[in-house]
T-cell receptor, first 113, second 118 residues
Framework: AQSVTQLDSQVPVFEEAPVELRCNYSSSVSVYLFWYVQYPNQGLQLLLK??????LVKGINGFEAEFNKSQTSFHLRKPSVHISDTAEYFCAVSYNQGGKLIFGQGTELSVKP | GAVVSQHPSRVICKSGTSVKIECRSL??????MFWYRQFPKQSLMLMATSNEGSKATYEQGVEKDKFLINHASLTLSTLTVTSAHPEDSSFYIC??????????????FGPGTRLTVL
């Protein structure tokens, strides 16, 4: 069965610092991987996705993630965060594109001035 | 493109009443819609998957008589919370997916509906 673990529930960082949000997944078959951002009282916005091909995926708002099959990880990174990046971030996996998504528990990123 | 709307954005109702939430795909045809529930400070939990013109598939532990889902057209799905109680208070989010092979063959999320049952 698929599962997703986001290792940090909260990540406080200062503005302009780099950040990494960790995501590990468990699956015996190939999966598709996603990162979503959720601002307070809003729905989810897709940051980036890995379907196949290059393991380094670039997304919106300067975020990127690297798929590591041997470590079953898909960590999200940004070299310099802004106050506006403060939000909840969810990692998700799916067996197929557009199929059922299994979400991690979420990581609250808090960017301080 | 790929905009999904939900209505209403917030609803407050009395215990025992029923509430209907609409999910619309505005600029593409959604062959599949998903309904999620999110409790405060928690992740999204899939409640059910609905395909246009057929019955919804509910996840284990979700009462299908409590949460009625109708996907009557390629742009509209509704979730009706019947005889709502305070424990049904939550943030309900829908997502919509277009046809396979199209640019819309992924889940696009709505803005969510905050339900408060008094």
């Amino acid at each position: 069965a698929q599962s997703v673990t986001q290792l940090d529930s909260q990540v406080p960082v200062f503005e302009e610092a780099p950040v990494e949000l960790r995501c590990n997944y468990s699956s015996s078959v190939s999966v598709y991987l996603f990162w979503y951002v959720q601002y307070p009282n809003q729905g989810l916005q897709l940051l980036l996705k890995y379907l196949s091909g290059s393991t380094l995926v670039k997304g919106i708002n300067g975020f990127e993630a690297e798929f590591n099959k041997s470590q079953t990880s898909f960590h999200l990174r940004k070299p310099s965060v802004h106050i506006s990046d403060t939000a909840e971030y969810f990692c998700a996996v799916s067996y197929n594109q557009g199929g059922k998504l299994i979400f991690g528990q979420g990581t609250e990123l808090s960017v301080k001035p | 493109g790929a905009v999904v709307s939900q209505h209403p954005s917030r609803v407050i109702c009395k215990s025992g009443t029923s509430v209907k939430i609409e999910c619309r795909s505005l600029d593409f045809q959604a062959t599949t819609m998903f309904w999620y529930r999110q409790f405060p400070k928690q992740s999204l939990m899939l409640m059910a998957t609905s395909n246009e013109g057929s019955k919804a598939t509910y996840e284990q532990g979700v009462e299908k008589d409590k949460f009625l889902i109708n996907h009557a057209s390629l742009t509209l799905s509704t979730l009706t919370v019947t005889s709502a109680h305070p424990e049904d208070s939550s943030f309900y989010i829908c997502s919509a997916r277009g046809r396979g092979g199209s640019p819309y063959n992924e889940q696009f999320f709505g803005p969510g509906t905050r339900l408060t049952v008094l």
